[in-house]
Each structure stands twice: as structure tokens, then as C-alpha cells.
């Protein structure tokens, strides 16, 4: 009995150090991650103000040059087809936010989006949301100037077979599908936007554009040359999506 209490009083000596240091470091734990949110808490306003801003900028811009508008990119014998839709802007800001998409861009465009409708976490840290907004006012450029098409784009969590860079930014594409998954249209719509992200390096393939049209999305026949590459020069695989102004602007092979 004496050797049963000896052994248990020492194995109590040797736990009580190992528990006083378990209690230390999650205390220690806990003050860091409280000055942390009280830090954050304390710069959170100008910063969610900030981004408030850009946010708006970018749905101008968005709904300017890009919504409700279908752009047809050529590449060779290959083509697609990319609709911008309302309800990809919020993911495309990388902030989160209790809104639902729709309700999202609508307030940004309208100017009623508040800071307490905008959160962050970690799928949207505050970092990636600020060099995303950084990049997509400027995201009209994907569809009125020479770009690189990618097949096959990959990133960390997923491949994309299409992907559209400039080189500073990058919009990955999927397939237009209704909630239970079940696609809509032929149309390809932008489900990430990614900056400096070595794109063409992450690609199995990767080529030039060749020209890039447009319409509006409730019209059949594409009536608008966006980008051509200097040669005006397409196959004769898109003629019958071209109105007669483009069919006459543009040689076709």
C-alpha cells in the first residue's frame, strides 16, 4: 500500500507540470487570438469601408461592359462561349457575406451595400479579397484585348479546362448549371479570379486568342468585334453565329 501511494503521489508530481504548461500555452493561445480580434476589430471599419468602395467601382464596371452580355472567343478551329452572370460577382470579390449573390451585386451596383454586409474568414481572407478587387474592375480586359486561353488550368483545389489570363490576372470557367447541377446552356461562366498566379506554367495547354466577339445575351447573332488580332481572318465555323455587319468586317477562311 505504501509503494501504491509512493507511485501515485509521484506520477501527481509528474502531471502537474505537464498540465500547468497545457493551461499556460492555451492561455497564451487565447490573449494572442483576443488582441488579434480586437486589433482587427479596431482597423476592421476603414478596411471593410475601403473595399466597400472597390466593390462598388467593380460593379459599375461589371455591369457596364459585362453583364447580360455573351463573348464568343476563337482560338484555331476551337471556340466558347462566356456569359458573365450577375450572381459570379460576389465570389469573384472574394469577400464573403451573408446576401445572398443576387441581393450582393444588386446593392453594390445600387450603392446600398453596407460594411456589415461584407465579412471575411478563412475561404475569404481579407488579403486575397484586397488583391482581387485590386484586379477586377479591370476584368473587362479579358474580353477586349489579347489574351492567352488555357486548357486544363490548374489550381490547389481544382482544374479548370478553361481558363482566360493577360497575365496579371486569371478567371477560371465552368460550365453554366442550374442548382441540382444539371447544365443550362453551352455557355462557360467565371467561377475564379486569381492574380499572378502562373497560369500559362499551370496549364496542359495554352494559346492565343484570335478575336473575341460579343452580344447581348437576349440577341442570337454576335454583332460586335471586340478584339481581333490583325489579320481579321476567322474559319467559317462561327458564320452562322455572326450578324451580317461582323460577317462583312471579318475575313473568313
Known amino acids: ?16 507540470p505537464k498540465l500547468s504548461g497545457e493551461v499556460f500555452f492555451a492561455l497564451l493561445h487565447f490573449l494572442y487570438s483576443e488582441v488579434e480580434r480586437r486589433r482587427n476589430m479596431g482597423c476592421s471599419v476603414d478596411r471593410k469601408k475601403h473595399l466597400r468602395s472597390q466593390i462598388l467601382a467593380a460593379a459599375h464596371e461589371y455591369s457596364s461592359h459585362l453583364a447580360g452580355r455573351v463573348f464568343l ?34 446593392k453594390a451596383l445600387d450603392g446600398t451595400l453596407s460594411t456589415g454586409q461584407i465579412f471575411f474568414d478563412a475561404a475569404h481572407p481579407y488579403t486575397n479579397a484586397k488583391k482581387k478587387l485590386t484586379c477586377l474592375r479591370s476584368l473587362p480586359l479579358l474580353t477586349n484585348s489579347l489574351v492567352c486561353i488555357m486548357r486544363d488550368f490548374q489550381t490547389i483545389t481544382v482544374t479548370y479546362k478553361i481558363g482566360v489570363t ?22 462557360l461562366v467565371p467561377r475564379t479570379l486569381r492574380i499572378k498566379d502562373k497560369a500559362i506554367e499551370n496549364s496542359a495547354h495554352a494559346e492565343f486568342v484570335d478575336c473575341i466577339l460579343s452580344r447581348d445575351a437576349a440577341c442570337s447573332l454576335y454583332s460586335t468585334v471586340e478584339f481581333s488580332s490583325g489579320d481579321n481572318i476567322i474559319t467559317t465555323h462561327i458564320q ?11 475575313t473568313i477562311v
Not at 1 to 16: E, H, P, R, W, Y
Not at 94 to 102: D, I, Q, T
Not at 166 to 187: H, K, P, Q, S
Request: proline letters at 2%; a negative charge.
Open 166 to 187: 493577360n497575365l496579371d490576372f486569371t478567371i477560371g470557367l465552368v460550365e453554366d448549371t442550374d442548382r441540382a447541377g444539371n447544365t443550362v446552356n453551352n455557355w
Open 1 to 16: 500500500m505504501l509503494s501504491l501511494g509512493i507511485a501515485a503521489d509521484n506520477q501527481q508530481k509528474t502531471l502537474q
Open 240 to 250: 452562322p453565329m455572326l450578324s451580317v455587319e461582323v460577317f462583312e468586317s471579318l
Open 73 to 106: 472567343y476563337v482560338s484555331g478551329e476551337d471556340h466558347f462561349e462566356v456569359n458573365f452572370k450577375t450572381e459570379c460577382f460576389m465570389h469573384l470579390t472574394g469577400v464573403n457575406s451573408p446576401l445572398s449573390a443576387k441581393d450582393f451585386y444588386r
